[in-house]
């Protein structure tokens, strides 16, 4: 389930809907999909895309992606944190950047330019689409996990274009997810 910070607001938003209108109003993509495809939770890369071909080619169709992967990040990934370092930079590529997360936790950070920084976990479920030429950046939870559907439109896969702005120092990575903020009356 999806959780929006946005930088200045007091209380996250934690209602897919409402966090997928104002993902809209900024212009990212957010999609909740179907999580009951029946697969094992050791499933390979095959047999994920292959549960969710019906989802990912609706996706080529829509916005022009060649290709799909699979991303598996946890604990035991040989080199993980030099390949979180590219992804935990501000940044920004020339296409898309597109992930379904089949399991684990991270947050996405989007700078919209109005020096308000919106953070967007994701879980288990959420699809975001963040546009090409977006400045953002990414962090793992504190389980350090993700496994994710990736879709390209470059069949070579993205180059992140760092700002050197020191955003991204500047945010918390700290992902609480639902649980953490209590619904008020």
């Keep these: 389930m999806v959780v929006v910070r946005v930088e200045g607001m007091a209380d996250p938003i934690i209602d897919s809907s409402k966090a997928g209108e104002y993902l809209a109003s900024i212009g990212i ?19 994920i895309l292959d549960a969710y071909r019906s989802e990912i080619e ?7 992606y060649l290709t799909a992967d699979l991303i ?29 997360t089949i399991s684990g936790h991270g947050v996405f950070h989007i700078n919209t330019g109005n020096h308000r920084i919106t953070s967007i976990e994701v879980s288990r479920g959420d ?6 030429r977006t400045y953002h950046w990414f962090d793992l939870c504190e389980d350090r996990e993700i496994r994710a ?18 955003e991204d120092l500047k945010q918390q990575p700290l992902c609480m997810g639902p649980a953490y903020f209590p619904l008020r009356s």
Excluded: C
């Excluded at 609706?58 to 022009?64: I, M, N, S, T, Y």
């Design 127 to 132: 699809l975001i689409r963040i546009p090409s």
């Design 29 to 47: 993509d957010y999609e909740r999909w179907d999580t009951s495809h029946p697969l094992p939770e050791d499933a390979g890369e095959a047999q």
């Design 58 to 64: 609706r996706l080529k169709e829509k916005g022009g």
């Design 72 to 100: 598996n990040l946890s604990e035991k990934t040989p080199g993980l944190d030099e390949m979180l370092s590219k992804f935990n930079k501000e940044h920004w590529h020339d296409e898309d950047e597109v992930r379904f």
């Design 149 to 166: 559907i990736r879709l390209f439109q470059n069949r070579t896969g993205w180059t992140p274009y760092y700002t050197g702005s020191g």
